[in-house]
């Protein structure tokens, strides 16, 4: 139970991150909006880190493969395209699509067993409930 209200607070946290980026970058410039995302999440994880974990970043050195080390250039990306999204598309629509690119590729990783993950097995089940996640924005956005 506490794994899905995380869920839901991240979900939640992420559709106003995007708002509020949206808005920063309309009064200054995407790639300057983007850098202060960045920046302001580097500083709040610092902090945190100081107050209550301590672990040593030396561990970072010991991540393998090293390419998992890439997330951090995921997430400058990841500002921009939500950025994008939303300036053109309005936070309802861009945030659904969004949901279904993640829920697409996550389970795309997960039947194939990539990135070391346990290979899944096919569901039409899962598969039903992508393509009913897919009407569902047909759905909504669905104008008269």
């Known amino acids: ?19 509020f980026n949206t808005e920063v970058t309309k009064q200054s410039s995407i790639w300057v909006s983007a850098s202060w995302v960045q920046f302001s999440a580097l500083v709040t994880c610092l902090v945190i880190w100081a107050a209550s974990d301590r672990s040593s970043f030396a561990a970072l050195m010991k991540v393998s493969p090293k390419y998992m080390m890439l997330g951090g250039l995921f997430g400058a990306f990841i500002t921009y395209t939500v950025i994008q999204s939303m300036s053109s598309l309005g936070p309802a629509k861009a945030t659904m699509l969004i949901v279904i690119a993640q829920l697409t590729v996550s389970w795309l990783v997960e039947l194939m067993g990539m990135f070391g993950l346990d290979k899944g097995t096919f569901s039409w089940r899962k598969l039903m409930g992508l393509l009913v996640a897919v009407a569902g924005v047909v759905i909504f956005e669905w104008e008269n």
């Open 1 to 19: 139970m506490t794994g899905i209200f995380i869920a839901l607070i991240s979900g939640a946290l992420m559709s106003l991150q995007g708002v």
